[in-house]
């Protein structure tokens, strides 16, 4: 188990100073590894000092800004560095903006918000944040501009893995986001029975976070920046040593996509809210395909599919999150995604993300490799169907409320 992201929530004119001491201080405050100290800040068209009018000159400005934006967090110790959501009340022309800031570094991430914490979703930013992943897939050869974009729905501030994170404004906060996933294979392998497994995974889970709780209190005390929580998700690493899917197998499902896999999902997500400890973001299952050496292999095999993987966001957590795409994938497909994503994070009151990433030049069942160590080899996913209906295509802000009723 490690720390995959210190994250500090604050202000964009909060103090580098200030920062690049937590950071430092934060980098050997924990009994476990931190592999990076990140800042996350209020959403960008909330501070960033011009409006938006999409015009070359302009975008030129912003990406300049950007960078020496960037340039300053990198030398206060931020590794990673979120823009915030374009939110649902902010005009959908700063969705143009969005490639400017990604082009400008390879440090910056940005997100757009297509449901929002109130059961609003919006079918027509479905459709425009379509063409945005579409747009951001050329800005590179490889389509990678995509790890630093993702949709939102029903996300809330204060979850410290990226894209999502962002800050709520006023005074800085931080939180820790976990890779856990070893965590669990090692809690369920060997086990009799489910409730060994259940109980093994409970108390590691609340051993680690007790001992992470203190060091944070501590760390909080010394720099006065409030701890918000812990993310304790059960986030992969691209080994199978650290593979998710590989816990889900470890619990009997014969390969992830298999029947059986839902349930696999659903018992380790239950285990990890039965813990006690300061949670925050999303605190469940991490299936990212390419960043799960099982989970790309059993993609690569077509053997789990886009669909199945929205099956277990149902019952677990985060959404879809690096699913290879061919290059050439439509509109109308990645609106009809984002439309699912959207829906089930309103109706089952959840935050959820997709984070989808078509790639220039490849086609259906071509191989993904790249030269990044996060990644695990795969191959290109399909998308079921290629066309959204007039109705969907043409829907706009609507609610899709989740109903609880009462007995009489």
């Known amino acids: 188990m490690e720390i995959r992201s210190v994250t500090l929530f604050c202000e964009p004119d909060f103090a580098p100073a200030a920062a690049a001491a937590f950071f430092a201080d934060a980098r050997t405050a924990f009994p476990y590894a931190v592999q990076s100290t990140r800042l996350a800040t209020p959403p960008f068209p909330d501070w960033l000092p011009m409006a938006w009018d999409a015009t070359p000159a302009q975008a030129d400005r912003l990406s300049a800004r950007a960078a020496e934006f960037a340039a300053r967090w990198q030398a206060a110790g931020a590794g990673y560095v979120s823009l915030g959501p374009v939110l649902l009340r902010h005009p959908a022309a700063?969705?143009?903006?969005?490639?400017?800031?990604?082009g400008a570094t390879d440090v910056l991430f940005a997100a757009v918000e297509i449901a929002d914490t109130h059961q609003q979703l919006d079918a027509g930013r479905c459709r425009q944040m379509a063409g945005l992943i579409r747009q951001v897939s050329t800005l590179r050869?490889?389509?990678?501009?995509?790890?630093?974009?993702?949709?939102?729905?029903?996300?809330?501030?204060?979850?410290?893995?990226?894209?999502?994170?962002?800050?709520?404004?006023?005074?800085?906060?931080f939180a820790l986001a976990i890779e856990a996933a070893d965590l669990a294979r090692t809690a369920v392998q060997g086990c009799a029975s489910l409730s060994a497994a259940?109980?093994?995974?409970?108390a590691a889970i609340e051993e680690a976070a007790a001992a992470l709780k203190?060091?944070?209190?501590?760390?909080?005390?010394?720099?006065?920046?409030?701890?918000?929580g812990l993310d304790f998700s059960l986030a992969p690493f691209p080994t199978d040593g650290k593979s998710l899917a590989g816990a889900l197998e470890d619990l009997g499902a014969p390969h992830v996509g298999a029947s059986g896999s839902l349930f696999a999902a659903a018992f380790l997500t239950e285990a990890i809210q039965r813990a006690r400890f300061p949670r925050c973001g999303f605190s469940g299952l991490m299936l990212p395909v390419l960043e799960d050496s099982v989970l790309?292999?059993?993609?690569?095999?077509?053997?789990?599919?886009?669909n199945d993987l929205l099956l277990y966001a149902a019952v677990c957590g985060v959404g879809l999150d690096t699913v290879p795409l061919p290059g050439a994938v439509s509109q109308d497909s990645l609106t009809a995604v984002l439309l699912?994503?959207?829906?089930?994070?309103?109706?089952?009151?959840?935050?959820l993300t997709a984070r989808l990433m078509p790639l220039p030049g490849l086609e259906v069942g071509d191989p993904v490799h790249f030269d990044f160590p996060y990644f695990a080899d795969s191959r290109v996913m399909p998308i079921a169907g290629d066309k959204v209906g007039d109705l969907l295509s043409a829907a706009r802000r609507l609610e899709l409320r989740r109903y609880v009723r009462e007995e009489k």
């Open 94 to 102: 700063w969705l143009e903006a969005i490639p400017a800031l990604l």
């Open 141 to 173: 050869p490889d389509g990678f501009g995509n790890l630093y974009l993702a949709a939102l729905a029903n996300c809330p501030p204060g979850a410290p893995f990226f894209p999502v994170a962002y800050h709520a404004g006023g005074p800085p906060t």
């Open 198 to 202: 259940r109980y093994n995974l409970v």
């Open 214 to 228: 203190a060091a944070a209190e501590a760390l909080a005390a010394r720099h006065r920046i409030a701890f918000h």
């Open 296 to 306: 790309a292999a059993r993609a690569a095999a077509g053997q789990v599919s886009l």
């Open 340 to 351: 699912d994503v959207a829906a089930l994070a309103t109706r089952l009151d959840k935050p």
